[in-house]
């Protein structure tokens, strides 16, 4: 082959291979939407599955929960921006707003008239060129200047045309409120004061769970999360928020009274159990002052995952520790720890030991550990029978 066809199948080859670049490159975003399609599916199907064997027993096997057990997770109230119920009530209010400034600018107008009407047959009865004449001009150029701020006939027609505005929002709001709107609630994001994105809100409720939720439904929202002491690894839960946030687009398009179950108000104390308001430990407490046996093992296994209290101190099958291992806790206690002087010579049992380092967790640092790192305010959450029952678990593990 000479140089000539050698240059000629060069630049044949170079022009083919930027063809093909050019080629793959201009359809490779459509390949990657296609991949993403595909692994965004695959995703839902995983996430179905485990919504099957672990959620349906709560939330339903449609999402729209189970009354008195759990809320719906197919919710509008979840996936809206707004609650149309409120947003129109909203506007009900502000035009009414609107027809009662128009409607006192029309009675201050009635008002400054007959005070006009008055003060000129005053004026006229005054003698002519007196100081009270004078004073009574003074005060019907003020009311003038009232009176000529209002076109009665145009106030009038804004309140009429007002009038037939208010009716028509009444209406519509009426009929979103038969729908099972209330008005004076807001969408759940909002309730809880939560400003990241749905899909963070249920990441963070299936990692930690929502032991609070306890005091609203039968049970406590447990920690799934492996790295909380759950069952689910971290791309199990991804599928289970890809899963549930399929539910918007038929979500968005319900009404209240399509779902089986709402979401209790996080702030109405009503709804905290029907033994009334929490009475929890306080940070304060003397620990030896407690009576800290005949705690439930099984109600405590479930606070102690939905508390997230695994994620270092670790379960079978849960995350690995940081210090201070679930197993032996209590051997460990009566062995160990009771027998060093600091602590004994303040606490006697066991159950005291627990106490006081769930309580008071800075108060004795297990080698390994560091100040800070136990949540501090335990005294703030837990009630005495909930204490009782974590203390009752942890003595399982000899």
């Known amino acids: 082959m000479n140089i000539q066809n050698k240059i000629l199948l060069g630049i044949a080859s170079f022009v083919g291979i930027m063809l093909l670049v050019g080629w793959v490159a201009i359809n490779e975003p459509a390949r990657m939407a296609v991949f993403t399609e595909q692994w965004h599916g695959r995703s839902i199907e995983r996430g179905a599955e485990l919504y099957l064997n672990n959620c349906t027993t709560c939330h339903g096997l449609d999402g729209k929960g189970l009354a008195g057990v759990a809320p719906a997770l197919n919710n509008p109230m979840f996936f809206l921006a707004d609650n149309p119920a409120k947003v129109v009530a909203d ?23 007959a005070q006009r009407a008055d003060l000129q047959s005053q004026f006229d009865a005054a003698a002519e060129g007196s100081e009270e004449r004078a004073n009574l001009q003074s005060q019907i150029e003020a009311l003038d200047a009232q009176i000529r701020l209002v076109d009665p006939t145009q106030a009038q027609g804004q309140l009429d045309d007002l009038s037939t505005q208010i009716a028509e929002k009444q209406a519509e709001l009426d009929a979103l409120v038969a729908e099972g709107w209330d008005p004076a609630r807001d969408v759940r994001l909002r309730e809880v004061s939560w400003n990241g994105s749905h899909e963070d809100y249920l990441r963070s409720t299936l990692i930690g769970g929502r032991p609070t939720s306890k005091f609203y439904w039968p049970a406590p929202m447990p920690a799934w999360a492996q790295s909380a002491g759950g069952p689910l690894r971290d791309d199990e839960i991804e599928n289970l928020v890809t899963y549930i946030m399929n539910y ?148 399982t593990y000899q």
């Open 91 to 113: 506007e009900l209010k502000a035009l009414t707003d609107q027809q009662k400034v128009l409607q006192d600018s029309l009675t201050a107008y009635s008002e400054n008239v």
């Open 248 to 395: 918007r687009a038929e979500a968005e398009g319900l009404a209240p009274l399509d779902v089986n179950q709402q979401y209790k108000r996080p702030v109405d104390e009503a709804l905290a159990g029907s033994a009334g308001p929490r009475e929890v430990i306080g940070m304060d407490v003397d620990v030896t002052t407690l009576e800290l046996t005949g705690g439930d093992a099984e109600k405590g296994s479930q606070l102690y995952a939905a508390l997230g209290c695994a994620g270092c101190h670790t379960a079978p099958s849960g995350a690995a520790y940081s210090f201070a291992p679930t197993a032996g806790t209590f051997t460990r206690v009566q062995d160990i720890r009771l027998r060093q002087p600091e602590i004994s010579e303040k606490y006697t049992t066991p159950e005291q030991y627990l106490a006081a380092s769930i309580v008071h967790p800075n108060e004795y640092i297990a080698p390994g550990g560091s100040p800070g790192v136990m949540p501090q305010n335990f005294g703030e959450a837990l009630t005495i029978e909930e204490l009782r029952d974590i203390i009752a678990y942890l003595e």
